[in-house]
């Protein structure tokens, strides 16, 4: 069921997932917020006007980055936050400000990106800092072929709960939260894609996006997706 029609993440970890992350962190106006994968600005536009934090957005998909620098003027909290299309998470530099709160957004972890991510996160987070990330997983054994052709090889890039745990474990990180988005964090998500079914620019005006898109989002509740998969959200905190 749809309960936000005005839903405008880009995976199915909402507003409640970023604000929870911030209330861990007591995020508040001397914060620095960093997120990975912002998409249009939705999470990021959150931390400011909520908490008065300061932002670092990034996302490198095709013309996410100008849509969420006309987000953020549109929601007056451009002079907090800043938008980039390319950030390297990996180059750590010694002169950088390391962040309060770093949140990865649902899609920004790769099979590429997520060993770089867990690899770097304590490096980039300041003493006691937290981080939140969300990614898709399966939840049953046995997954069905048609579903895995949508979603991915089970044991490629769709994962599980215990691989997480464990990276969280290896990267020296406190566990603190984790848990599954609720259905109508996917229903909110998939009404939101197929919105942007009907763009013509930008990164969801690409017929590839689009196909790809399309296909999911009919195969996700044709084939009842939901007694196999997941979205796996979770808070961490630096030791």
């Known amino acids: 069921m749809v309960t936000d029609a005005l839903y405008n993440f880009t995976s199915p970890a909402g507003r409640e997932c970023t604000v929870a992350a911030a209330r861990f ?10 997120v ?7 999470g990021a536009v959150v931390l400011a006007k909520e908490f ?4 670092l957005a ?10 969420a ?22 180059k750590i530099s010694k002169s950088d400000e390391p962040f309060d709160l770093i949140i990865a957004e649902g899609g920004y972890l790769t099979s590429v990106s997520r060993t770089l991510f867990f690899e770097n996160l304590s ?26 052709k949508i979603f991915g090889k089970k044991d490629e890039e769709i994962l599980n709960e215990e691989f ?10 406190d566990l603190q939260y984790i848990g599954l988005v609720p259905a109508s964090g996917w229903d909110n998500y998939y009404a939101h894609m197929a919105r942007r079914l009907t763009d013509m620019n930008g990164y969801y005006g690409d017929q590839t996006v689009k196909k790809a898109l399309h296909k999911e ?3 996700f509740y044709k084939l009842d997706c939901l007694r196999h998969l997941g979205y796996l959200f979770c808070i961490v905190r630096k030791n």
């Not at 490198?60 to 849509?67: I, P, W």
């Open 52 to 55: 008065r934090s300061k932002a």
């Open 217 to 219: 989002i009919n195969q």
């Open 164 to 173: 997480y745990r464990d990276l969280i474990k290896e990267a020296g990180l």
């Open 36 to 42: 990975l994968g912002c998409g249009s600005g939705a």
């Open 25 to 34: 962190a007591a995020v508040n106006p001397s914060s620095t917020a960093l």
């Open 123 to 148: 490096k980039r987070l300041a003493l006691r800092g937290w981080a939140a990330f969300s990614d898709k997983i399966y939840t049953s054994l046995q997954i069905p072929s048609t579903i895995q």
């Open 69 to 90: 620098v006309k987000y953020c003027e549109k929601e007056g909290v451009s002079h907090l936050v800043t938008v980039a299309d390319s950030y390297s998470f990996e």
């Open 58 to 67: 990034v996302d490198s998909r095709d013309g996410l980055a100008r849509e």
